[in-house]
């Protein structure tokens, strides 16, 4: 069993905020599998069950808000009983431009929040991440205010192919393994 985390916050406010790429990228998995998330009972998350390749994996959304999702990770990978080195996660980062994709196979969490939150919970930084450029702040902008922002209107053209791209980068980890995928995803930039 494989799990795939969106980072985001729940709410119809923060639905297509910067900070939710996360949660766009793992409702487009979704899509394509054909699956629905449903809300859990068992801890703070929506979830679906899917196939993607030869491997069975769950879709998580942590609704706990950003700065607790490690709760719902940790939630989720005690109770179907996967392994760190199993669980991908996607989310935003603003220190990579409109458009990037970085795929690692560990590390830390930078200034990202919710990833620091997940580290505190699982105790470990080897599991893949996915992380999606959301960047740069402009000089004098407010951190919380461009990340929980929505996109300007020129992103906005090309937020679907970068959503995409950044759901195939997931599909690719599973099908060829995260170093395979770090070398045909890293030197691209879609948007």
């Not at 902008?141 to 759901?167: Q, T, W």
């Not at 195939?168 to 395979?180: M, Q, W």
Request: hydrophobic fraction near 40%; aromatic fraction near 8%; proline fraction near 3%.
């Amino acid at each position: 069993m494989k799990l795939v985390v969106g980072l985001g916050n729940p709410g119809k406010e923060y639905e297509l905020s910067r900070h939710n790429i996360g949660f766009m990228v793992l409702e487009t998995l979704a899509r394509r599998h054909g699956v629905e998330l449903k809300k859990m009972f068992w801890f703070p998350a929506r979830q679906a069950k899917c196939r993607i390749g030869e491997h069975d994996v769950r879709l998580l959304e942590p609704t706990t808000f950003m700065n607790r999702s490690g709760k719902a990770v940790w939630g989720a990978m005690r109770k179907w009983r996967i392994a760190a080195a199993d669980t991908v996660v996607v989310y935003d980062d603003v220190e990579l431009g409109f458009g990037g994709i970085r795929v690692r196979a560990k590390g830390t969490g930078g200034s990202h929040n919710g990833m620091k939150s997940v580290l505190e919970w699982l105790q470990t930084k080897d599991f893949p991440r996915v992380r999606v450029g959301i960047g740069p702040k402009p000089a004098g902008a407010d951190m919380i205010g461009f990340v929980l922002g929505n996109f300007a209107a020129e992103e906005s053209l090309g937020l679907e192919k970068v959503v995409e791209r950044a759901a195939d980068a997931v599909e690719t980890i599973f099908s060829i393994g995260t170093e395979r995928t770090m070398n045909e995803f890293n030197q691209s930039k879609i948007g």
